[in-house]
């Protein structure tokens, strides 16, 4: 095929300096489809022609969900070559020196337009091809806590939970507040640890890119000398699965023990934060904290915000849930990143330790330092407004990017190996 | 108020209870989170016992209601959770909560329709719940109280009578729960029995009255388990799951239902629950005295 071998001789040369091969990919042209990403497509069209064909003579309900997902990288893959063949003969024709003027002036128009739908095409096709997260169509716990910074982290935090309350019923997601502690102190704005729960389905999808540590940098309402102070606040995006595990697939599935959601409740240490004595009729207590201890990884969670033990226990329950479910998923990422990296010798992940975002308020300006994205009406943001839809969208595609380049460069290693 | 130990429920109204908002008013009861396990595992119970009985026989059983009787029901809190818990998976069911106190009576069916209202319970719940006035003890046969026969007679047209109906038959009741008064005399003066409970909560609801009459073969504080299991063994209780005060009063209980157990009363499983650490555990229990409800099956 003509385009492969064009854009084959771009990248040759730049992979060959070894310089951010990567980025020489994506700015070569994004019409232009790495070789790659072109085989897997072609892998997958197969395979579904093939599956297709299976379904033909049998239904099989397994067979059917692989189709199914496989259908639209196949269909678009298909107007990807549509194109690229109606651009070829249009050339051709143009060349040709039989071709007289009145279709030559249309085969150039018919060529502009050609041109310019495959970009679109192209970028559609790189979508279908980015794996879907595991997680990406489960409700989400998002965890607020304030890092270095004292009291001013204590407020600020309590005001990125506001942002996000907002950023929610404005998007329809119905966040619930799980938990809120705030710190002892003469106000209750100043907040030690929060967890929002955002029942819709995909909400993980949606607020995955707020995970790591946002800064923040203002002159705080504390400060008397009017100095500017930075501090951190950690945000946490977690599953949340289903109370019943059953209804889910067999891989998410924590109750089935060969998932790797899979918790052993024998590994769990259920504790009551009061002990025993009298119980029943003899007293009427009123706490009803508990806290839930996975040993093997020593993770603890506590929680207190409901006045019935049962309901804590099984909010508790969740949380444990999400944060080991989230943890695994984890380690099964850096693992992959280990793999990637001893090939490549470096790609940027942004973990939770790392330092995503910054809202800087002298300068009334958020800037996301994954995409380098600069947001100046700050108001719009901390409201949860329009401007983080900006930011978030940003960082949606600068996931999705990496996660192709990601993709790229283990083809690229694997095909080195044979 | 708080710091007089007057109950928070008390000042808030409410309580907790499974999903349910159990409403709590001065003069009755307030539900202890314990009793919402026992609940909870006797709705587990009925279910299990529902499905091997779809396994062994092909009895359409759908044609008869599932019944349950909540003696002594306060705020009719157990009574009102086992419909929310049950409704989904039982076509029929006929919940009877019984009390003596008018008070109590009164706010159990607040809590009917005030769970009914916030959505906790199915509509079906209004018809499928009855609170009725009847004295479980019955020692006053003057007073103007109905007794707890006269209110089972109307319920169950078998009951007391002595035939040899096999205990799945028509007549039969599911499940007989409990969470009667249980202190003893001597617990709730010498400090077992914490101050806030003991100045602030109705004594009816704690303490079982003084016999006098030194009729019955057990401890004046087991009087109503006495009565209790004497009624089961009437209703062909298939299961009868009784909330005691500790672990050696439910072993109490547990002997006591063999004593009072006849060759032709039938085959019975009686043990104390939770014994199990994990159970202990995942209901909230503490190690060492947790064990103290009575779960009692019939066995066919």
Redesign the interface.
């Known amino acids: 095929m003509l385009v492969k071998s064009i854009c084959r001789s771009i990248l040759r040369p730049r992979l060959g300096l070894k310089l951010s091969p990567l980025r020489a990919v994506h700015t070569a042209s994004d019409s232009a489809l790495s070789p790659a990403l072109l085989t897997r497509a072609r892998l997958l069209a197969a395979e579904h022609t093939k599956l297709s064909e299976r379904l033909g003579e049998s239904f099989d309900a397994k067979t059917a969900k692989r189709a199914g997902e496989l259908a639209p990288i196949a269909n678009i893959l298909k107007e990807w070559v549509n194109a690229n063949d109606s651009i070829v003969e249009l050339k051709s024709l143009l060349s040709d020196p039989s071709t007289d003027a009145e279709l030559r002036s249309l085969a150039t128009e018919d060529l502009e337009s050609s041109h310019d739908a495959l970009p679109t095409i192209s970028d559609r096709l790189k979508k279908a091809l980015i794996p879907r997260h595991p997680f990406a169509d489960l409700p989400c716990l998002l965890e607020i806590r304030p890092g270095a910074g004292g009291d001013e982290a204590g407020l600020f935090a309590f005001e990125m939970l506001r942002m996000y309350v907002a950023f929610c019923s404005r998007r329809g997601l119905r966040p619930t507040i799980l938990k809120q502690d705030t710190e002892v102190g003469p106000s209750d704005d100043r907040l030690s640890e929060a967890v929002i729960e955002i029942e819709a389905n995909g909400a993980y999808d949606i607020l995955r890119t707020e995970s790591g540590v946002h800064r923040v940098q203002r002159v705080p309402a504390t400060e008397t000398k009017g100095r500017t102070h930075t501090s951190a606040v950690s945000v946490m995006v977690l599953p949340s699965f289903p109370e019943d595990g059953s209804e889910m697939d067999s891989a998410l599935n924590f109750e089935d023990p060969n998932s790797d959601y899979y918790i052993d409740?024998?590994e769990v240490r259920?504790e009551?934060m009061r002990?025993?004595?009298?119980?029943?009729?003899?007293?009427?207590?009123?706490e009803?904290a508990?806290r839930l201890t996975h040993i093997p990884t020593n993770t603890v969670v506590s929680m207190q915000d409901?006045?019935?033990?049962?309901?804590n226990?099984r909010k508790a329950w969740q949380m444990l849930r999400a944060r080991l479910a989230e943890a695994r998923q984890e380690a099964r990422e850096q693992e992959l990143m280990q793999l990637r990296r001893g090939i490549l010798g470096g790609v940027a992940k942004m973990g939770r330790g790392d330092k995503i975002r910054t809202y800087n308020f002298g300068q009334s300006r958020c800037t996301d330092h994954r995409t380098g994205i600069t947001i100046h009406n700050l108001d719009s943001i901390l409201d949860g407004g329009h401007g983080l839809d900006t930011v978030m969208e940003s960082v949606r595609t600068w996931m999705a990017d990496s996660e192709v380049e990601a993709m790229i460069a283990e083809d690229m290693a694997k095909a080195k190996k044979e | 108020m708080r710091s007089r130990g007057y109950p928070l429920q008390y000042i808030l109204g409410d309580q907790p209870f499974g999903d349910l908002e159990i409403l709590c008013r001065r003069g009755v009861l307030i539900p202890r989170p314990e009793t919402e396990s026992y609940t909870y595992q006797a709705a587990k119970l009925l279910r299990q016992m529902a499905l091997e009985r779809k396994g062994t026989s092909n009895s359409p059983d759908q044609a008869r209601p599932l019944r349950v009787i909540d003696l002594c029901t306060g705020t009719g809190c157990i009574s009102l959770l086992l419909h929310a818990l049950l409704a989904p998976h039982f076509q029929q069911l006929e919940i009877t909560g019984v009390d003596i106190s008018p008070t109590a009576l009164g706010l159990a069916q607040e809590n009917l329709e005030h769970n009914l209202q916030l959505g906790q319970l199915a509509s079906r719940a209004g018809t499928d719940i009855r609170f009725h006035r009847a004295d479980v003890l019955g020692y006053d046969s003057d007073s103007s109280v109905p007794s707890i026969e006269s209110i089972l007679q109307t319920k169950f047209p078998n009951f007391g009578t002595l035939d040899a109906l096999p205990p799945d038959q028509e007549s039969g009741c599911d499940l007989l729960i409990s969470n009667p008064p249980y202190i003893s005399q001597r617990e709730f003066r010498n400090g077992t029995t914490a101050r806030s409970v003991r100045r602030f909560e109705p004594k009816l609801a704690l303490v079982p009255p003084y016999s006098g009459s030194g009729m019955e073969d057990c401890m004046p504080e087991d009087i109503f388990y006495h009565r209790i299991l004497t009624l089961a063994f009437k209703l062909k209780a298939k299961l009868t799951v009784l909330e005691c005060g500790d672990s050696h009063q439910a072993n109490r209980v547990v002997a006591l239902h063999k004593r009072l157990a006849s060759a032709e009363s039938g085959q019975f499983s009686a043990d104390v629950w939770p014994i199990r650490e994990q159970d202990l555990a995942d209901n909230g229990f503490h190690v060492t005295d947790g064990s103290r409800g009575v779960i009692i099956q019939t066995l066919r």
């Not at chain 1, 409901?306 to 309901?311: C, L, T, V």
């Open positions: 409740p024998q259920v009551k002990a025993g004595g009298a119980g029943g009729q003899h007293v009427n207590k009123t009803s508990i409901e006045r019935s033990q049962q309901a226990r």
